[in-house]
């Protein structure tokens, strides 16, 4: 693979691009970074990364762009934007895609991919990615990385016209992210991989909110643990009544992870701190939906959902 001759787009250059960001253009990969507010604080000192794995990395100069037409056309685009500005940023994404694209949602939720595909070019390949890491910005272009960094791709739609064509775009993005030292395996089931991710951000996501709890407090206190545990249940019996069996024990394996985490404040936290859109659509109403639609019924993230839309209102 000759890394300098693959273009990575980063559209969305916050805690998530910037952290895979900087990692492939350490790797040799030639990376551009599209930046809206914090534009002219990457242009001045680039992407840091202080990472409790990694050590501390910076990527000096950065391509930086405040405009996608500044862009050079991408043959990847790693979407690491929040899913509530998903609509807008269709035709930000269709103009930093070169021709046969492909554009990885690095992003939190269920149909994330079902909502965005409609509004994209058919010549794009669409993928999606589920990042397992703990990982926060702290400062315009700096992002503090604490534990894990798995990120796990599945072919969604696009051109591609045959099962072994998708699955070799799956694997070549997959391969991008190991050459970089990330660990990173293709996924063949995109849905039931989506709902596996549930299994964490529903409770952890959530829960921080509304009790203003980190993780270490949260894994610390009977009632709280308890709270968890349920609602990974309950994400597990939605995603068997929409077809997808989770693998045996996965919930208490994540538990268990948590368990042994340095204490993280999860994504949803920071978005409320800063009074920003919470990803309430794609993490709590989509697969109550599907739920539902598929004639089960999830109470306790139904009212844990009504109570975040409070806080959020």
């Given at each position: 693979?000759?890394?300098?001759?693959?273009?990575i787009?980063?559209?969305?250059?916050?805690?998530?691009?910037?952290?895979?960001?900087?990692?492939?253009?350490?790797?040799?990969?030639?990376?551009?970074?599209?930046?809206?507010?914090?534009?002219?604080?990457?242009?001045?000192?680039?992407?840091?990364?202080?990472?409790?794995?990694?050590?501390?990395?910076?990527?000096?100069?950065?391509?930086?762009?405040?405009?996608?037409?500044?862009?050079?056309?991408?043959?990847?685009?790693?979407?690491?934007?929040?899913?509530?500005?998903?609509?807008e940023?269709?035709?930000?994404?269709?103009?930093?895609?070169?021709?046969?694209?492909?554009?990885?949602l690095?992003?939190?939720?269920?149909?994330?991919?079902?909502?965005?595909?409609?509004?994209?070019?058919?010549?794009?390949?669409?993928?999606?990615?589920?990042?397992?890491?703990?990982?926060?910005?702290?400062?315009?272009?700096?992002?503090?990385?604490?534990?894990?960094?798995?990120?796990?791709?599945?072919?969604?739609?696009?051109p591609?016209?045959?099962?072994?064509?998708?699955?070799?775009?799956?694997?070549?993005?997959?391969?991008?992210?190991?050459?970089?030292?990330?660990?990173?395996?293709?996924?063949?089931?995109?849905?039931?991989?989506?709902?596996?991710?549930?299994?964490?951000?529903?409770?952890?996501?959530?829960?921080?909110?509304?009790l203003?709890?980190?993780?270490?407090?949260?894994?610390?206190d009977?009632?709280?643990?308890a709270?968890?545990?349920?609602?990974?249940?309950?994400?597990?019996?939605?995603?068997?009544?929409?077809?997808?069996?989770?693998?045996?024990?996965y919930?208490?394996?994540?538990?268990?992870?948590?368990?042994?985490?340095?204490?993280y404040?999860?994504?949803?936290?920071?978005?409320?701190?800063?009074q920003?859109?919470l990803?309430?659509?794609?993490?709590?109403?989509?697969?109550?939906?599907?739920?539902?639609?598929?004639?089960?019924?999830?109470?306790?993230?139904?009212?844990?959902?009504?109570?975040?839309?409070?806080?959020?209102?």
């Amino acid at each position: 693979m000759n890394k300098a001759k693959v273009r990575i787009g980063i559209i969305g250059t916050g805690a998530i691009g910037g952290f895979y960001g900087a990692l492939l253009a350490r790797a040799g990969f030639d990376v551009h970074f599209l930046l809206r507010s914090e534009y002219a604080a990457v242009r001045d000192n680039g992407v840091q990364i202080d990472s409790a794995v990694h050590g501390t990395l910076k990527v000096y100069p950065a391509q930086a762009y405040a405009h996608v037409g500044q862009m050079p056309p991408c043959e990847w685009l790693l979407v690491g934007a929040k899913t509530t500005a998903n609509a807008e940023l269709a035709a930000v994404i269709a103009q930093a895609a070169a021709p046969g694209a492909k554009v990885v949602l690095l992003q939190n939720g269920l149909d994330v991919e079902e909502q965005l595909r409609p509004l994209l070019p058919e010549h794009l390949h669409l993928l999606g990615g589920l990042c397992f890491i703990c990982v926060n910005r702290t400062a315009p272009g700096v992002v503090q990385h604490q534990a894990l960094g798995a990120v796990n791709l599945g072919y969604h739609s696009g051109p591609a016209a045959s099962g072994a064509v998708r699955q070799g775009i799956t694997d070549e993005g997959a391969a991008l992210f190991r050459e970089a030292g990330i660990e990173s395996q293709a996924m063949a089931n995109l849905a039931q991989a989506r709902w596996q991710k549930l299994v964490w951000n529903v409770p952890y996501n959530g829960l921080s909110v509304l009790l203003r709890a980190s993780t270490t407090p949260l894994m610390a206190d009977p009632n709280s643990r308890a709270l968890i545990q349920a609602l990974m249940a309950d994400v597990v019996e939605g995603a068997r009544a929409c077809g997808h069996e989770l693998p045996s024990g996965y919930a208490e394996h994540l538990f268990a992870i948590t368990a042994q985490m340095p204490d993280y404040w999860p994504s949803m936290y920071h978005d409320f701190a800063q009074q920003r859109p919470l990803e309430l659509a794609a993490i709590y109403a989509a697969p109550l939906a599907r739920a539902r639609a598929a004639g089960c019924s999830l109470p306790r993230i139904e009212a844990l959902h009504q109570a975040l839309a409070f806080l959020s209102a």
